[in-house]
């Protein structure tokens, strides 16, 4: 079962633009972590956040979360062709000590040249 | 290095037959977790090993999943008469201590059940 919801399903921008996907979840949670996925295969972790922290960067990712409203944002800045992947965010629960993730269904991006 | 690999990249089955899908992660690590990717449910969580504890098997769909890990690397998720709702992507990813470790993904097995 899908821990939470992603906003929008897909999403399409022009090179240069900013994205910006929003990811919802219902239950308390240790971390949450965002990957990127091309071609249905493989996933690659870009950046997690803690529970206790609010905003965290890395290169042109930020990441925001709302424990209060349960959500997080991802917001990629300066996109690229290259960033056209589907993207989900993961979050580990409470009360979990290791990294089960509970996986949201993902925002499917295209970056148009 | 080497990341984590999987083999074999696609499995065409046909209903009731086993299949065997294999998962290397990478050397050193001591946690393995398996995911499966389906259209109608996302992606879910299977199983977990750390080291020489006993498993988290918690996700596993039916009692036709099975999965080891054997001398604490390789390891083999086995699916006993293969269903047409088995048909997903398997997903395997090892990180380096469990805990909440950063997950490296394999490029997954995609299975498709005729």
């Known amino acids: 079962s899908q821990q939470g919801e992603e906003d929008p399903q897909a999403l399409s921008i022009q090179e240069g633009e900013n994205a910006t996907m929003n990811c919802s979840y219902k239950?308390?949670?240790?971390?949450l972590q965002w990957y990127r996925q091309n071609s249905g295969r493989g996933l690659v972790h870009l950046i997690l956040i803690r529970s206790n922290e609010r905003e965290k960067h890395s290169g042109r990712l930020r990441v925001t979360l709302d424990t209060s409203k349960k959500s997080s944002s991802l917001l990629i800045t300066a996109s690229r062709a290259a960033d056209t992947a589907s993207y989900f965010c993961a979050s580990v629960l409470g009360g979990t000590s290791y990294g089960k993730l509970t996986f949201g269904q993902g925002t499917i991006l295209t970056v148009h040249p | 290095g080497a990341g984590v690999s999987q083999s074999p990249s696609n499995k065409v089955t046909e209903k009731g037959k086993d299949v065997e899908l294999r998962c290397d992660p990478i050397?050193?690590?001591?946690?393995l977790y398996w995911y499966r990717q389906s259209l109608g449910q996302g992606l879910e969580f299977l199983i977990y090993?750390?080291?020489?504890?006993?498993?988290?098997k918690s996700g596993l769909p039916s009692d036709r999943f099975s999965a080891e890990r054997t001398g604490g690397s390789v390891s083999t998720l086995t699916i006993q008469r293969t269903q047409q709702e088995d048909s997903a992507v398997y997903l395997c990813?090892?990180?380096?201590?469990?805990?909440?470790?950063?997950?490296?993904f394999g490029p997954g097995t995609r299975l498709t059940v005729l």
């Open positions: 050397s050193g690590h001591t946690a």
């Open positions: 090993f750390q080291g020489n504890s006993a498993p988290d």
């Open positions: 239950t308390s949670i240790n971390n």
């Open positions: 990813a090892s990180s380096s201590s469990g805990g909440w470790d950063t997950q490296y």
